[in-house]
């Protein structure tokens, strides 16, 4: 089983709060990645980490934003939470190529 | 339209069923195709990954890609209810990111 870690698991908030969702590898991987998930659709790209200190947004726009201090923590920071932000966020890692990523177990967000 | 189509299901099969899913993709760039298994509340994980055209077998999964007709095939051989979930296919071009399909919701039943 992969080591990769998301908190909270789910998190109901209100709008207008700023909230930081978690997100640790034990394994080491160089790679990392957020992707946004709404049920029954696809994985969406949303933020994606290289290494240390280096960060690109993904395909879909967000309106989050990550840092990369360290190898193992990759968390995802939403300034101001909105409705259209209810979602799930799933954090993945990699090493070498990016075709097999281990995936946390995600953290299920609702901003009411 | 989208990059990879996969039908939602849900499919629905009796237990020691053959299980076949499929994708079709429209961007003959890609080189990579995965299968990821996606069960209730947690995240995805691999399952199958192939490079180019041909076969691949595991176990009871087999993964087929057939480039010439950008469509890719899972099959699952004596289906058990723990196979139950979510089944996405996600493919690549060299140097670009993942892109996955909206998975297939699979059902199978004792």
């Known amino acids: 089983e992969a080591d990769i870690y998301q908190t909270p698991r789910y998190l109901v908030i209100g709008t207008g709060k700023k909230i930081t969702l978690e997100c640790s590898q034990t394994m080491g991987h160089d790679k990392m990645y957020w992707y946004q998930q709404d049920p029954g659709m696809e994985l969406h790209l949303i933020h994606y980490?290289?290494?240390?200190?280096?960060?690109e947004k993904g395909d879909l726009s967000s309106e989050s934003t990550v840092s990369r201090i360290r190898t193992e923590h990759f968390p995802l920071t939403l300034e101001s939470a909105r409705p259209s932000h209810t979602s799930q966020y799933l954090c993945?890692?990699?090493?070498?190529?990016?075709?097999?990523?281990?995936f946390g177990p995600g953290t299920r967000l609702t901003v009411t | 339209q989208k990059e990879v189509e996969q039908d939602p299901g849900p499919l629905s099969v009796p237990e020691g069923a053959i299980v076949s899913l499929n994708c079709t993709y429209s961007?003959?760039?890609?080189?990579?195709f995965m299968w990821y298994r996606q069960y209730s509340r947690k995240g995805p994980e691999l399952l199958m990954y192939?490079?180019?055209?041909g076969n691949k077998e595991d176990g009871r999964f087999t993964a087929q890609v057939d480039k010439s007709s950008k469509y890719i095939s899972l099959f699952i051989r004596d289906s058990q209810p723990s196979d139950s979930a979510t089944y996405l296919c996600a493919v690549k071009a060299a140097g670009n990111k993942l892109t996955f399909g909206g998975g297939t919701r699979v059902l199978v039943k004792p």
């Open positions: 192939t490079y180019s055209s």
């Open positions: 961007n003959s760039a890609f080189q990579y």
């Open positions: 993945a890692s990699s090493v070498g190529g990016e075709s097999e990523q281990y």
């Open positions: 980490s290289y290494g240390v200190n280096s960060t």
